[in-house]
């Protein structure tokens, strides 16, 4: 293998190990890690939040 695909590879391994360390962060930190499940979170936040301010209001 020349040093040019040893650099690719490492790199992509590089990568690969900081997306799983977010993943295992986000999983620990919410109880879940997809981005699906994680953006139908916010947006039921969001939508209390709204409900909520709009029953202070």
Known sequence: MNETM?????GFDEQL?????EKEQL???LGI???DDI????RSL???LN???ADAG
Not at 6 to 10: G, M, R, V, Y
Not at 39 to 42: P, Q, S
Request: aromatic share 8%; hydrophobic share 55%.
């Open 6 to 10: 040893e650099i690719l590879i490492s």
């Open 17 to 21: 190990t900081a997306m799983y360390a």
């Open 27 to 29: 999983e620990n930190a």
């Open 33 to 35: 890690s997809s981005a």
């Open 39 to 42: 953006i139908l979170m916010v």
């Open 46 to 48: 969001e939508e209390q």
């Open 51 to 53: 409900a909520l301010y």
